[in-house]
């Protein structure tokens, strides 16, 4: 099994930034590659695409308990 994940350095040691999909004591291969600025720019720039569509798809969401409980009320 393969399995991506992004990690950062803190003190010589590589720290997941999510749980491993593996089990206690398991041997792994590691591959390290580091991020350019221009994957993480890119990555960005998908989310705010996404954020758009979605936003466009579905609309805008109440941001206050005050706008939720009138959602709530309103007639449908």
Known sequence: MTTQLEAIVEDGMLR???RLPFADQQHVWIRV????????ADWL???????VSV????GTLPDS??????DRCRDL
């Open 16 to 18: 997941p930034l999510a």
């Open 33 to 40: 590659e580091l991020l350019k600025t221009r994957d993480v």
């Open 45 to 51: 720039e998908n989310v705010a695409r996404h954020q």
């Open 55 to 58: 936003l466009t798809r579905v």
């Open 65 to 70: 308990t005050r706008d939720i409980a009138e």
